[in-house]
Structure formats: C-alpha cells, structure tokens
C-alpha cells in the first residue's frame, strides 16, 4: 500500500522484452533505497512494481503481460521520468490517501493552464471510470494522490501547487499526455457491497440506476 505523496522523480534507463512482458530498470534519483530489499514494492508512476533487482543506483522490476494491457508502462521510453514511492509503513504519515498501486485505466491530459501561482489541469478518464470520481474526492495520477476540483462527466480538473509540479512529473505534462488513473479504493468497495448477493452472480451489469431503484435508492 502507499499514500500517493511522491517521494523522488526517477528515470527510466533500460527496457527489456522478455517473452511477452517487460523486464525495466529504474534510476531511482534522490529516493532512499538503503531500506528496500529484494521483493519490496516501489509505485513507479502509480504501477505497484516488485524489485527484483538492485544495481546499486535504482532498481529493476519485472512488469506482467497484464500490467502492460491496463496501464501506461507500454508507452515507456529510456530517459521517461516517472513518480517513485516506496510502499508505506506502520510509522508512516497518512498525508494522501489510501492507494494500492493496482492501476484502474488510463487517462489522458486535456488541457492545461495557468491559475495565479498554480496550474489547473482537465484531464479525461475511460467512461468505466467516470463513477468513482467526485468533486472533492481523491483520485490517484501517476501515483499522485490529487483532489478533484470539478467535474463534468468522464472529464475532472485538477488544480495543482508549484511544489507538486517541481516534485513529481506533472510538470511534464501537456495536452495528449497518458497517465495511470486509480480510482478512490473505498468507492470501489463501497460498490461491491451495495451488490450485495448480486455480486455473486455471474456476468453481473454491477451497481446500476435501476438496481438502485429496485433496492429503494432513488
């Protein structure tokens, strides 16, 4: 688990095919690795990878077929930046939100634009996802745990501080740039419980307005 409070800027220094999934290396920047072993999970833009290996100056990680299918590490080239955390402890500060690295969908930068000291971005999430987003509520991006300032159908907006933009790679973001999006984890479980015995079922349509209705939720 992790709480989406971004800890170094990495780099992407190696990527090597293997079979059908992807072996990566990571320049691991100003995080702290003296503490992680063999086995130990760092979210890598938001993507919960286990290390592998350990160089020396980062970190290799092996990435599944199903990884690659649901997130944006496809599209990684040597010399990307990406956002690194290291999974959370019993002592650590809570200051973002619960985030579990497991990677809902993939999202894309609509615009972004200048707002006093801060910038504001829109960015666009798969439909699937549009339920789990409300205003005010937290979403991940990239491993960055965020606060939804409005939203607008599949579309939310984001206002964002000069300090998260130096500290993580928000600031490299334009029009058109992909993320991994994951959803708040107690609306996805809150889901599932509303379902009920329905969960059970297989093939279910999930949490619908006329299963709402059906149930007295109006």
């Known amino acids: 688990m992790f709480t989406g409070i971004i800890e170094a800027v990495g780099e992407i220094t190696e990527l090597k095919p293997q079979g059908g999934d992807l072996r990566v290396r990571v320049k691991s920047g100003k995080l702290d690795l003296s503490d992680v072993q063999l086995g130990d999970s760092i979210a890598t833009n938001g993507v919960c990878l286990t290390v592998v290996d350990l160089p020396g100056d980062g970190y290799w990680a092996d990435v599944s077929a199903e990884t690659l299918d649901v997130t ?3 599209s990684w080239k040597t010399g990307d930046r990406v956002n690194l955390e290291k999974a959370l402890t019993p002592r650590t500060r809570l200051g973002g939100h ?3 690295g497991h990677v809902d969908g993939i999202g894309e930068v609509v615009w972004r634009r200048k707002e006093a000291r801060a910038e504001r971005f829109r960015l666009r999430a798969p439909d699937h996802l549009a339920k789990y987003i409300a205003h005010k ?3 991940t991006v990239d491993g960055t745990s965020l606060t939804v300032n409005a939203v607008d159908g599949a579309e939310f907006e ?13 600031g490299d973001y334009n029009a058109g740039t992909r993320v991994n999006l ?10 599932r419980l509303l379902l009920g015995d329905k969960a059970a079922e297989p093939d279910s349509d999930g949490l619908t307005v006329e299963f709402l209705a059906r149930h007295g939720f109006s």
């Open 137 to 139: 509520g937290s979403i």
């Open 72 to 74: 944006s590490v496809k």
């Open 182 to 191: 994951e959803v708040d984890l107690i609306a996805r479980y809150l889901e």
């Open 158 to 170: 984001l206002t964002i501080v000069p300090h998260t933009l130096r500290e993580t790679v928000m």
């Open 98 to 100: 619960i985030v579990s």
